[in-house]
């Protein structure tokens, strides 16, 4: 069951990164289900060719290509054979991300380089990328999925938080430059999602289970909950929306003191 009608992205060629796993194969396989042409990309190509035959059985048109964000040419490699097996791109979804909960003291060197490099250098990557190969003449939607922390401190999490923090800013950068080409730009930023390898690596370190939540909502979220704020994003409901980076996460991130009033 869907709130959106299924035909609203008919006609419409998705580029999702790191679509074969997580909330991204399930960004991916929403948008299929609603009409999307779909080109999933990641680093490990078994995963890539599960998720699109698994998205294909469903019905789905789903090309894959292997693809690191951080690598330049890959990322182009990617976009070019997007538009050339589909005629264009007219979505772009960046989530591809890397995370491990450490504290500060704990991450490498090399390891908070990694992260950076994957989450914001790449974001950037595939949108120069894409915005160069084809939105910039035709137009289209970015949807950039960071995390709720740039407003606040969070442990086990500094170099997630300071690439995440990069994605916003250049989420809100984007979306002035690229408005008169008639490109939307936003975020959605997810909280504790549900049957995620994220949630899995954080919940042993902070004692979080998926059995209940901390937040004002009282439970945890699941995948399918980012896949249609994304949907939302790219819908006309959303064509006046642009800049903006949307917390998917029952309210964790504008609860600061974590107290609970008794219910009446």
């Known amino acids: 069951m869907t709130t959106f009608c299924n035909d609203i992205l008919n006609g419409k060629v998705a580029l999702v990164t790191g679509g074969a796993t997580g909330i991204g194969k399930e960004i991916a396989r929403t948008l299929g289900r609603h009409g999307a042409r779909l080109c999933i990309a990641s680093r490990k190509q078994e995963n890539l060719e599960a998720a699109s035959k698994e998205f294909e059985s469903e019905g789905l048109e789903c090309m894959w290509v292997p693809c690191d964000v951080r690598e330049a040419d890959q990322v182009e490699h990617v976009v070019r054979e997007t538009v050339r097996r589909f005629g264009g791109l ?25 992260i950076v490099d994957i989450d914001l250098r790449g974001t950037y990557n595939v949108t120069k990328a894409a915005f160069e190969a084809t939105l910039k003449e035709h137009g289209g939607h970015i949807v950039n999925i960071t995390a ?31 408005g008169p080409y008639g490109i939307r730009v936003n975020a959605v930023a997810p909280g504790a999602m549900a049957d995620t390898e994220g949630m899995a690596r954080f919940s042993s370190v902070a004692g979080e289970t998926e059995g209940g939540s901390s937040c004002p909502l009282g439970y945890i979220g699941a995948k399918q909950d980012i896949a249609n704020a994304v949907l939302f994003l790219l819908s006309d409901a959303a064509a006046y929306v642009t800049g903006q980076v949307i917390a998917v996460d029952g309210g964790v991130s504008v609860d600061m003191l974590k107290l609970r009033l008794p219910k009446d």
Do not use: W
């Not at 991300?97 to 504290?103: K, L, T, V």
């Not at 922390?149 to 002035?176: I, N, P, W, Y």
């Open 90 to 114: 007219d979505i772009l979804v960046n989530n591809a991300a890397g995370n491990f909960p450490a504290p500060i003291t704990g991450i490498s060197y090399n390891g908070f380089k990694s």
């Open 148 to 178: 709720p922390f740039e407003g606040v401190g969070v442990a086990m999490q500094a170099h997630v938080a300071a690439a995440k923090s990069g994605v916003d800013s250049l989420t809100r950068s984007c979306a002035v430059e690229f």
